[in-house]
């Protein structure tokens, strides 16, 4: 069992930036995990918005998020990071971490555990 947990979200003016981070605990061995984060706006389907491999150097991106936003993570200490730069409004939604074993992907579906989720609110 892998446990995750979000954090860093909140409210910022458009142009701004944010940092989300996901915790992630458990008996599993986390860089044997791909991970990723998606997001569910309001009235909205979830969509993929960002994915890294394993070892971190594969990442795939959403392209309404490409060069915006940059995933990355640190196996030493069992954590990701999505950083957040020229937040739009579009941006805001509840983004939730999860993680499935070895291979990146970007298929909701496809991911084993998930995070709660964190609020992001992006203001015009």
């Known amino acids: 069992q892998v446990q995750l947990v979000e954090s860093g979200g909140g409210l910022v003016q458009a142009g701004g930036s944010l940092s989300l981070s996901c915790a992630a605990s458990?008996?599993?061995?986390?860089?044997?995990?791909?991970m990723g984060w998606f997001r569910q706006a309001p009235g909205k389907e979830r969509e993929f918005v960002a994915a890294?491999?394993?070892?971190?150097?594969?990442?795939l991106y959403a392209e309404s998020v490409k060069g915006r936003f940059t995933i990355s993570r640190d196996n030493a200490k069992n954590t990701m990071v999505l950083q957040m730069n020229t937040l739009k409004p579009e941006d805001t939604a509840v983004y939730s971490c999860?993680?499935?074993?070895?291979?990146?992907?970007?298929?909701?579906?496809?991911?084993?555990?998930w995070g709660q989720g964190t609020q992001v609110t992006v203001s015009s």
């Open positions: 458990g008996k599993r061995i986390f860089n044997l995990y791909a």
């Open positions: 999860t993680a499935r074993p070895l291979v990146i992907s970007i298929t909701a579906g496809e991911y084993n555990y």
């Open positions: 890294i491999n394993p070892s971190g150097g594969s990442t």
